[in-house]
């Protein structure tokens, strides 16, 4: 039973499209984050949601819209994609702060041509 | 300057070998600091998490946090083919809701 899920594995697409990536977490967990790894495998901190509210917008382009509809899920829309948004974006999520640890999702590998 | 500092390696050790992680940072405000171990093509798996500075052991690891030297390690004793990942050091300041990372260090265990 996966604890933080994400779809799709795996997403290539052109230049100038929009696309979706779903996170679902089935921990009862409060809050969820949007993090991107970059081909250096540093993972930086897009957005952080806390029981459907957004607490945290780490100056990420408005081309990327988070949306939260229930605590359980957060998804990412992403417009006008560009080669420079290539990466691995992981889903994750905590009890309250994350003072515990957060639990990451497998990863959805973007790739822009 | 990067919040959090690690060497990004690659480390490369023989099976058995003791292997030494470290990271330092420049932020006072940082309280919680965590281990997490990455596969390759995989999510981040949380390894080991210390509050404040000290020890803790758990089997064949031991983080350390010394918050005066702004340094926490990660040792692994008797190394092991699969303990081969990427290794990232991550910490958190209380109630900010945003953990910072490390770039990660690769390490591979050679058998």
């Known amino acids: 039973d996966t604890a933080v899920s994400q779809t799709p594995k795996y997403l290539v697409t052109q230049m100038g499209n929009d696309k979706s990536i779903k996170c679902e977490q089935n921990?009862?967990?409060?809050?969820m984050y949007w993090y991107k790894q970059d081909s250096k495998k540093f993972l930086k901190i897009m957005f952080s949601?806390?029981?459907?509210?957004?607490?945290i917008n780490e100056t990420v382009p408005n081309r990327f819209s988070p949306k939260s509809p229930d605590k359980a899920h957060l998804n990412l829309h992403i417009n006008s994609l560009e080669l420079g948004d290539s990466a691995v974006y992981f889903c994750?999520?905590?009890?309250?702060?994350?003072?515990?640890?957060?639990?990451f999702g497998s990863g959805t590998r973007l790739t822009v041509v | 300057q990067k919040e959090v500092e690690q060497d990004p390696g690659p480390l490369s050790v023989p099976e058995g070998a003791i292997v030494s992680l470290n990271c330092t940072y420049s932020?006072?405000?940082?309280?919680?600091f965590m281990w997490y171990r990455q596969y390759s093509r995989k999510g981040p798996e949380l390894l080991m998490y210390?509050?404040?500075?000290g020890n803790k052991e758990d089997g064949r690891f031991t983080a350390q946090v010394d918050k005066s030297s702004k340094y926490i390690s990660l040792f692994i004793r008797d190394s092991q083919p699969s303990d081969s990942a990427t290794y990232l050091c991550?910490?958190?300041?209380?109630?900010?809701?945003?953990?910072?990372f490390g770039q990660g260090t690769r390490l591979t265990i050679n058998p």
């Open positions: 949601y806390n029981n459907k509210e957004l607490i």
């Open positions: 932020n006072s405000a940082f309280q919680y």
């Open positions: 991550a910490m958190l300041i209380q109630g900010a809701q945003k953990l910072v």
């Open positions: 210390t509050y404040s500075s």
């Open positions: 921990l009862g967990h409060d809050t």
């Open positions: 994750a999520s905590s009890q309250d702060s994350g003072g515990y640890g957060y639990t």
